[in-house]
């Protein structure tokens, strides 16, 4: 999720703006760099084996036994400590509604420049271009990045235009909230702490003002993938983040040195670890870096819900001597935010070890 640019939005009026910046930037160090990171990391391996469970028991089907359920759990602990990432089905949102949205999102992204980015409806400065970095890195992408509290309680004076948009990303973030929450219950219950205490902990640290959707596109991109990302090489600075992605693919994940593409299935939905999991955890749980690659085809369309506290929340390592000094997730953003200005990339989590 940190596309921490999102603090200073930046002005492109068009992807041929977005053309002509690139082939300027074109010799420069900061370019340069990026290749090397590509060089680092070569292998590129198709995987079929990122973990795919199925959440029928989780969800409370009345036909679920206990052993079917703590198996569930299992799977979504084992894949979270191991790949940081896994793929679910039967997670409670239909086909119906995953095909409502893209739908909704094609018509939004293809509106004019100026309808996206001067928006008088709830998604009023939410959307963002280009994603500069403060070394003019960018991602070939548009988002609208929405906090949970404009989408739900929309001032209905603002949402005529918008209506079905609204309605609809709001039954799909609604059911992600839950869904993330139940995920988290999980992940915490294992690391060892009484699971009353920790259902309030979520609940309350985590509320509609402070967890987001994220409506992605990637327009077809004419520059080869060896120059310019869909989206640059992150973790996610959330505990948890829940994707539904299209079927034209273009995410891939670090596993063990080398970069693995994930299959898409627009049925499915993709979960993957955020910092805060990662040091709650004391690093049981891994924040991995992932990325999107572009295609000189297709457009791509992706939806991803982040579940983040609110900045006062302390984040504290459980289980065994703690790696990280406790931090509140204000402190985190801030450090995050001054690296990016002052080193043009995120450190994250090593900036608080112990
Ligand atoms: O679009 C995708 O597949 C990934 C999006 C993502 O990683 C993000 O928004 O943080
Ligand atoms: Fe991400």
Redesign the pocket.
């Known amino acids: 999720?940190d596309r921490v640019q999102q603090d200073q939005p930046f002005q492109f009026n068009s992807y041929t703006t977005v053309f002509e910046n690139l082939l300027k930037k074109e010799k420069e160090p900061e370019t340069t760099m990026m290749f090397q990171y590509k060089k680092n990391h070569p292998c590129l391996v198709d995987n079929d084996q990122l973990p795919l469970i199925d959440l029928s028991s989780l969800a409370g089907a009345g036909s679920s036994t206990i052993l079917e359920k703590e198996r569930c759990k299992r799977q979504i602990i084992e894949a979270s400590k191991e790949w940081g990432f896994f793929q679910v089905v039967n997670h409670g949102i239909s086909n119906e509604l995953l095909k409502k949205l893209n739908v909704e999102q094609m018509k939004l992204f293809r509106q004019p420049y100026d309808k996206k980015s001067s928006s008088n409806s709830f998604l009023s400065n939410t959307y963002r271009s280009g994603t500069p970095t403060p070394r003019n890195h960018f991602s070939w992408s548009e988002a609208f990045h929405i906090p949970l509290s404009d989408i739900r309680s929309g001032n209905p004076q603002n949402t005529n235009n918008n209506n079905t948009l609204r309605s609809t990303i709001d039954e799909f973030a609604g059911t992600l909230s839950e869904l993330a929450l139940k995920i988290a219950q999980v992940l915490a219950e294992n690391v060892g702490s009484d699971a009353k205490g920790l259902a309030g902990y979520f609940a309350e640290n985590c509320s509609e003002e402070t967890c987001y959707l994220r409506l992605n596109r990637y327009p077809p991109c004419p520059i080869s993938s060896e120059q310019v990302f869909g989206l640059m090489p992150?973790t996610?600075s959330d505990f948890l983040?829940i994707l539904y992605q299209d079927q034209v693919g273009g995410l891939q994940l670090l596993k063990d040195g080398r970069w693995v593409t994930v299959k898409p299935n627009p049925q499915y939905l993709i979960i993957n670890i955020g910092d805060l999991f990662q040091a709650w955890s004391n690093d049981l749980y891994k924040s991995v870096e992932?990325r999107v690659m572009t295609n000189n085809k297709f457009e791509r369309f992706s939806a991803?819900y982040f579940l983040c506290p609110s900045h006062d929340t302390v984040i504290r390592c459980k289980g065994g001597p703690p790696l990280y000094k406790k931090f509140s997730f204000g402190e985190f953003r801030e450090q995050v935010q001054e690296d990016v200005r002052k080193l043009g990339r995120k450190v994250g989590l090593s900036r608080f070890l112990l």
């Open positions: 999720m992150h996610d983040t992932h991803a």
